[in-house]
């Protein structure tokens, strides 16, 4: 995998052919042969050069840019179609540095030119008219190759906040799924394991084994829903986890009753509606000091007001982390949760029927 911070090698060799400009003086000027020597030893030395740049990162490029430098300007006597090696090195240039920095270096690339051109007999009347515009050209594709490695990074680094973010986010929901799901179901173990040592305390055998076996039970579907919640909370439906919640109330000492008719509502509602009757059934068992709890279900206009109401004569409840966790998760679906204190405490959930069934 290429290094966000280097050039994509796959066309490095489909760029050489810009070195046309370097060859194509072989066939039209004869030359002596230390010069083809000279030619071939600098061809050499900028391809290693070259791939050097592709290979290395941003930081590091200065090298094989002074290399290409170098060799093009010792060569520019013998062979004016180093012109070609000097695009290279402006290439890498504007995809290598700042623009202060790209401005700097460009500035004194042509005054090389200039240096070039008068202080040598080179064979090319045009080298510094054709030569400062090709380079100048090649190094505003260095500029853009940066601006697309730039975006590249941006892009990448979006798509880890989003990874980084739906882990958050993932975490803090198996967190309260477990919270819900354990309060609830450790609550109805403590219940099977007291009325059971109960029972056996007065000798209530085939009772206290009917307990065990519930307990047992409770403790299997504990296990799978643990197991549910790591990888998405599975159910089998508000109507049937309303019932299983209805009982469990009965099996605690309660009076349960349900008013209205369950409605459907769509799976990611479900799920966020059944957590939360969980949650506020588990506190009915766990804090209430009264014997019976009302389940009601309430459509008004398209609003569903869902109610948990017991008759404890509770005091007023201090919001915990469950309480806090049920209004985080209800917010999700566009739900909210309010609480009563009359005659006990009502807890009541309302939801907008069409966010819940669409």
């Not at 709890?293 to 008759?311: M, P, R, T």
Request: proline residues 2%; glycine residues 6%; neutral net charge.
């Amino acid at each position: 995998m290429t290094p966000y911070n280097t050039l994509e090698r796959k066309l490095s060799w489909a760029y050489l052919i810009n070195l046309v400009f370097y060859v194509i003086p072989l066939f039209n000027v004869r030359f002596a042969l230390w010069q083809y020597l000279s030619m071939a030893a600098a061809l050499l030395l900028f391809l290693v050069c070259y791939f050097w740049a592709y290979r290395c990162s941003r930081s590091e490029m200065h090298w094989p840019i002074a290399g290409i430098v170098l060799v093009a300007a010792l060569i520019t006597p013998v062979n004016p179609g180093s012109i070609a090696m000097f695009a290279y090195a402006g290439f890498f240039i504007g995809f290598a540095y700042t623009l202060k920095r790209y401005l700097l270096l460009m500035l004194l690339l042509v005054a090389l030119f200039v240096v070039l051109k008068l202080t040598l007999t080179i064979h090319w009347n045009l080298f510094l008219e054709m030569g400062v515009p090709i380079v100048l050209g090649v190094s505003l594709l260095g500029r853009a190759e940066q601006a697309k490695l730039r975006h590249r990074l941006a892009e990448k680094q979006s798509e880890d906040e989003i990874k980084q973010l739906a882990t958050t986010v993932e975490r803090e929901r198996i967190a309260r799924d477990l919270h819900d799901i354990l309060g609830h179901t450790l609550s109805s173990i403590i219940l099977k394991a007291d009325l059971a040592e109960k029972l056996l305390a007065r000798q209530h055998g085939e009772a206290a084994q009917q307990q065990l076996s519930e307990l047992s039970q409770i403790a299997r579907d504990a296990l799978s829903q643990v197991r549910q919640s790591v990888s998405g909370y599975k159910h089998q439906g508000l109507a049937a986890e309303v019932h299983k919640l209805l009982g469990r109330l009965r099996d605690a000492g309660f009076q349960a009753e349900l008013k209205g008719e369950v409605p459907a509502l769509n799976s990611r509602c479900e799920t966020a509606i059944i957590l939360a009757l969980t949650e506020l059934t588990t506190n009915v068992m766990r804090h209430s000091k009264g014997d019976s709890c009302q389940l009601s279900f309430v459509q008004q206009d398209k609003h569903l007001l869902i109610c948990v109401a017991d008759n404890g004569n509770s005091s007023d409840i201090t919001e915990g982390n469950g309480l806090a966790g049920l209004r985080e998760r209800l917010a999700a679906i566009g739900a909210s949760l309010a609480l009563q204190h009359h005659n006990g405490v009502a807890a009541s959930i309302q939801l907008s029927l069409q966010e819940s069934t669409e």
